[in-house]
């Protein structure tokens, strides 16, 4: 019988470093492309007043496939 430890200890370092290579290439390439630059438009666009109320969708009154006259 070998030991086995030194073969499990490679391959848990390999496997280590195979995730923080994922890691940072993604990150790099999602900073890259500004998917990270403006995370928080999102909730102020929600938060703007000056979109339709939820009211006003329920009701037909607004909303994205309706054109205003």
């Known amino acids: 019988m070998g030991d086995y430890t030194w073969a499990s200890v490679y391959w848990m370092y390999s496997l ?3 995730f923080v290579v994922g890691a940072v290439f ?12 403006d995370d928080e438009t999102p909730k102020y666009r929600m938060l703007d007043t000056e979109l339709a109320s939820p009211r006003d969708l ?3 009154n607004g909303g994205a496939h309706e054109h205003q006259a």
């Open 16 to 18: 280590m470093t195979l």
């Open 26 to 37: 993604f990150l790099i390439k999602a900073v890259q492309s500004g998917a990270v630059a």
């Open 58 to 60: 329920v009701h037909g």
